[in-house]
């Protein structure tokens, strides 16, 4: 068995730098920079032009092929940030992608990655710096105390100043109380909220992730910071400081490790839905005695504790699918109409501007190079998942039928979900039970 190369390497020749950077001396920089770091010679990844992509796609595809966690993943040397896109907004997503992928991102320039991303940010065209002018008349009123945008749930404001507000603020008192002195996790704290009748300020039902929002916000400590200005004692506080201390040290205690942080794909996901309430079913995946279970449960379950739907087994939701669409007498009901397309392209710039102000956030301080990165990996992510072709598409919603039924077994995990939700536009779950409606 041929033996993988424990370091890979990218390389795309660049022509609009002066002078221009070829392939070949990428090619000598990346194998000298090896050597300097005591690496073996890596694997190279060359595109065959400069505005190449395919040599990208199958480095992450090398990378993932390998199913190890981020810390037991290769290195990536790429000569110097340009390397990596056409754009700095295309150079940032490709590194924060290789940032959660491998173990280590070598630029051989001898720049750190953090480093190299903010220059490259700087130092772009004009015509990508045009928010920047009205981000700089911000943070001119933050610095006069002024301030901007919606006030943290707790606190309205007053005269461009943050005030506490009298229910708001004792409900934040409860949550940090909940969860340092009485120890109870944010899903309970979230359904104890929900229970009580207490909703958030927009009328919806608490979540984990709002009450993860309100425990790690230092507003709450009198802190105000916004655009990279910090002025503390700028309002009352709710939290002490070594309350809020306190908080930050217990959840980051709770916090699981990168590797159980990696993103799984759940090939059913945005098919199935709850037959108890009919919210969305998300994937969940747990460790337990037999191995890595792999299961799909009520959103509003999950989330909000509102729902009392118990999660299944995906095999089992599998195997179920698979019996109904195999049943010679079964009668589904059709979609009422062919499910319109998301714009793709609307999505994709959608996903950038996301990028580009999360970056924005972290040049002015909001953000640490390490939450940059965790924050915007998804979005990375999902902007490289539309960069891959689309292969072997069924030609309509029958032939993807026919498919399934001829050919299930044969089939792996990915292109059985492909197919699916091209014959399927919804599976509705009640225990271990569905009923499929198809997509005309």
């Known amino acids: ?27 000598t920089a990346v194998r000298a920079c090896a050597r300097g770091e005591g690496l073996s010679p890596p694997e190279i990844f060359e595109e065959a032009a400069h505005d190449g992509g395919h040599a990208f ?21 790429v000569a110097t940030l340009p390397v990596l896109g056409s754009t700095a907004l295309e150079r940032a997503r490709r590194l924060l992608l290789l940032e959660s992928l491998t173990s280590r991102v070598i630029f051989a320039d001898g720049r750190t990655p953090e ?48 005030v506490p507000h009298p229910r708001e603020s004792q409900v934040v008192k409860q949550m940090f109380h909940a969860y340092l002195e009485e120890g109870e996790g944010l ?13 958030t300020r927009l009328g919806r039902a608490w979540t984990p992730g709002a009450v993860r929002t309100v425990l790690k916000n230092p507003a709450y400590t009198g802190l105000y910071r916004r655009l990279g200005v910090v002025v503390p004692a700028s309002h009352p506080a709710l939290i002490d400081r070594a309350t809020f201390n306190a908080t930050q040290r217990k959840m980051g205690e709770r916090r699981t490790s990168k590797s159980d942080q990696e993103r799984h794909e759940y090939p059913l996901a945005g098919l199935l839905r709850c037959g108890r309430c009919g919210s969305p079913m998300i994937g969940d995946r747990r460790t337990t005695q037999g191995g890595l279970a792999v299961s799909y449960r009520c959103e509003n379950a999950t989330a909000r504790g509102t729902c009392r739907a118990r999660g299944v087994r995906a095999e089992a939701v599998e195997a179920a699918i698979r019996a109904e669409l195999t049943r010679a007498d079964a009668h589904y009901p059709v979609a009422a109409r062919a499910a319109e397309a998301p714009d793709p392209g609307a999505r994709h710039h959608r996903l950038e501007r996301r990028l580009a102000e999360g970056i924005e956030r972290w040049v002015a301080g909001e953000w640490r190079y390490y939450e940059l990165v965790s924050r915007l990996t998804p979005v990375a992510k999902e902007l490289h998942e539309m960069d891959r072709p689309v292969l072997d598409e069924p030609a309509d919603a029958e032939d993807a039928r026919r498919r399934l039924t001829s050919d299930w077994d044969a089939l792996d995990e990915q292109e059985r979900g492909t197919l699916l939700h091209a014959a399927l536009a919804e599976v509705v779950v009640e225990g271990r039970n569905v009923r499929l409606t198809r997509r005309r």
Do not use: C
């Open 57 to 77: 796609l199958h480095l992450t595809n090398e990378i993932e092929s390998r199913q190890l966690s981020r810390d037991d993943a290769p290195p990536v040397i």
């Open 187 to 199: 899903r309970r704290i979230a359904a104890r909220l929900n229970r009580d009748g207490i909703r």
């Open 1 to 27: 068995m041929e033996q993988r190369s424990a370091v890979l390497a990218y390389v795309r020749p660049i022509e609009d730098l002066d002078p221009p950077l070829d392939a070949s001396i990428q090619r």
């Open 115 to 162: 480093a190299a991303l903010e220059r490259e940010w700087e130092a772009r065209p004009d015509e990508e710096r045009r928010r920047d002018r009205a981000r700089e008349s911000m943070r001119q009123k933050a610095l006069r105390g002024l301030v901007l945008g919606r006030p943290p749930y707790g606190y309205v404001v007053e005269e461009r100043a943050l």
